[in-house]
């Protein structure tokens, strides 16, 4: 096998994309990501093809290739850990473009997080958990400039729905029907800005009467376990990531093979 060109190490990377469901991200154009995926897609294509049973595509440009999406994640003080650094680095992880903000506070500045766990106690404890380094500001969000809203849970969601801003964003996410994934006390929010009505949504079953209160139809299901309506995406808790996130990807267009 032998590239003489530009084009030829471009089709390659095209056809490594194809046999290991990358989804194409810019970062994947640099001089040593393009080496690094033609060597990959050399050995893809002579040696491991035949056992995977991957056939070489007769038309490369039948294969779609994603484009990244851009997130908005809504945090504040004591948000819940593992729900918002989970998601963030996932979500990056795949190609997206994940902007986190809270109110009054600048790209830079760090919020504290709080973790909670289930412990066998009536409800769950709550521990510090690490600094989060923002890396947006509030004050320049633009709902029309992202593609989906995710809502960690934790204790940042009671407070922050006394912010007018806040509900605004929230509303304008709905109200234009892109994916909004929330999980935990997330859905606080959602009932606040009135964003329930008439949907199925899960939460910390502590939410379900205001789920209800707010027009919805609170979702009963495990505590590992996602639901989906239209593009609002729900969980009861951090257990649920894998489940919430899968569906989520699914509402945002990404494809994953294995």
């Known amino acids: 096998m032998q590239l003489h060109t530009a084009a030829d190490a471009d089709s390659v990377i095209q056809l490594s994309h194809y046999c290991i469901g990358f989804v194409k991200a810019r970062e994947l154009r640099s001089a040593t990501s393009k080496l690094a995926l033609v060597i990959t897609s050399y050995y893809l294509t002579n040696f491991y093809s035949p056992i995977l049973d991957l056939p070489y595509p007769s038309n490369l440009t039948e294969r779609p290739i994603m484009s990244a999406k851009k997130i908005l994640i809504l945090a504040g003080d004591y948000v819940e850990d593992y729900e918002l650094m989970v998601p963030f680095q996932a979500l990056q992880m795949v190609g997206h473009q994940v902007d986190v903000v809270c109110p009054d506070k600048a ?8 973790i909670h766990d289930f412990e066998g106690d009536q409800t769950y404890s709550e521990k510090p958990g690490h600094n989060f380094t923002l890396n947006a500001a509030f004050s320049d969000v633009d709902v029309s400039r992202y593609d989906a809203l995710l809502i960690p849970g934790g ?23 892109k994916p909004i994934a929330a999980v935990c006390h997330g859905p606080q929010l959602l009932a606040a800005a009135g964003a329930l009505e008439g949907k199925t949504c899960s939460a910390y079953p502590a939410c379900a009467p205001e789920v209800k209160l707010a027009g919805g139809k609170y979702a ?20 649920a990531h894998p489940a919430w996130l899968a569906l989520f990807l699914t509402a945002l267009g990404t494809r994953i093979e294995l």
């Open 107 to 114: 790209a830079g500045a760090q919020i504290r997080t709080a």
């Open 220 to 239: 009963e299901i495990a505590v590992t376990a996602a639901h989906r309506d239209g593009n609002l995406v729900t969980a009861p808790a951090w257990p």
């Open 155 to 177: 204790r940042a969601p009671e407070y922050l729905r006394l912010n007018p801003r806040v509900i605004e964003i929230v509303q304008q996410f709905h109200a234009a029907d």
